[in-house]
């Protein structure tokens, strides 16, 4: 759990980057959490997460500890994983930041496409 006084917030390259809620004007269903980035950009947050291991051989042991599901194997160390719960998914993925067998772990972010 996180504490209050650190706010939310995930890891991009070894950095702490904190989220504040947000409404959104995306097309939204209830599948997704809105927040911003920076107070700059809005990012929906599912049940969703992406994590590289670099000991493939762990994937099972994260899979039972966090009570995971794996989606899609994107590439021979990079997995879709799935969350029971999308309150759940920015805490388990730093928790599993936190692991050596792990070289990143973040919310797979549903971000607003821009036409040029």
């Known amino acids: 759990m996180l504490l209050a006084s650190e706010g939310l917030f995930y890891y991009n390259k070894g950095k702490k980057v904190f989220l504040t809620p947000a409404a959104s004007s995306m097309r939204s269903s209830s599948d997704y959490n809105f927040y911003k980035i920076d107070n700059k950009i809005t990012v929906g947050i599912s049940n969703k997460l992406i994590i590289k291991l670099t000991d493939s051989t762990k994937l099972e042991e994260i899979l039972g500890k966090f009570n995971l599901q794996l989606l ?42 821009i036409r040029r």
């Open 72 to 113: 899609k194997q994107l590439s021979p160390s990079l997995y879709l994983l799935q969350t029971d719960n999308k309150n759940d998914t920015i805490n388990i993925a730093n928790s599993l930041y936190k692991m050596e067998a792990v070289e990143f772990a973040h919310p797979d972010f549903l971000k607003r496409s």
